[in-house]
Nanobody, 114 residues
């Protein structure tokens, strides 16, 4: 199975930046799609961004132009660079991996103050 460990969350002021990391226990080329989702209190989990093994990316409209998903296969790591953060970005961010099965990390908290 695939184990995922997120890190990089924290407290930041509006307009600031954070970079989230997700380290996988399996080489990334063996994972079809890696992605980030987030869930704020009282809201459903929502899609943020994905990247395929071929390098194709997709973003939620709410983060386009501000967030960038990337990967480093040598480090088995997927990143989410978050710029121009807004209070509405506050959520628990989860790393996701899709193979034959779907796996989730434990989540890392991002809090953006006004």
């Amino acid at each position: 199975q695939v184990q995922l460990v997120e890190s990089g969350g924290g407290l930041v002021q509006a307009g600031g930046s954070l970079r989230l990391s997700c380290v996988a226990s399996t080489r990334l080329f063996s994972i079809n799609t890696m992605g980030w989702f987030r869930q704020a209190p009282g809201k459903q989990r929502e899609f943020v961004a994905t990247i395929t093994s071929g390098g194709s990316t997709n973003y939620a409209d709410s983060v386009k132009g501000r967030f960038t998903i990337s990967r480093d296969n040598a480090k088995n790591t997927v990143y989410l660079q978050m710029n121009s953060l807004k209070p509405e970005d506050t959520a628990l961010y989860y790393c996701n991996a899709n193979t034959f099965y779907q796996y989730w990390g434990q989540g890392t908290q991002v809090t953006v103050s006004s």
